[in-house]
């Protein structure tokens, strides 16, 4: 599986951004979820948001409960993150991943994408 994010840039405090990540390359099974985690520097890469294919359920990190919205996009093969109220420390490096396990935490991840930086001015 390749994932191509998309949509990071620089946003005053208070603003929206909208992330947006590609899947391709095979099947993707039912057991297949994607999800976002970000890293900020000098600090470990933590989960942000999750939804699973076959259910469309999400889950959100305690961090973006409220402002943070993940879902998937019609062709089923592309997640967005709208993200809503941002703070000068949302600012990271914000990856997209997937799993083939059905749980998207760092040990379950079997693909990454390239991160997309998000910058929150304050």
């Known amino acids: 599986v390749q994932l191509q994010a998309s949509g990071g840039g620089l946003v005053q405090a208070g603003g929206s951004l909208r992330l947006s990540c590609a899947a391709s390359g095979r099947s993707f099974g039912s057991r297949y979820a994607m999800g976002w985690f970000r890293q900020a520097p000098g600090k470990e890469r933590e989960f942000v948001a999750a939804?699973?294919?076959?259910?469309?359920?999400?889950s959100n990190g305690d961090h973006v409960k409220g402002r943070f919205t993940i879902s998937r996009g019609n062709a089923k093969n592309t997640v967005y993150l709208q993200m809503n109220s941002l703070k000068p420390e949302d600012t990271a490096v914000y990856y997209c991943?997937?799993?083939?396990?059905?749980?998207?935490?760092?040990?379950?991840?079997?693909?990454w994408g390239k991160g997309t930086q998000v910058t929150v001015s304050s």
């Open positions: 939804i699973t294919w076959s259910s469309g359920s999400t």
């Open positions: 991943a997937a799993t083939l396990r059905g749980v998207v935490s760092l040990s379950t991840i079997d693909y």
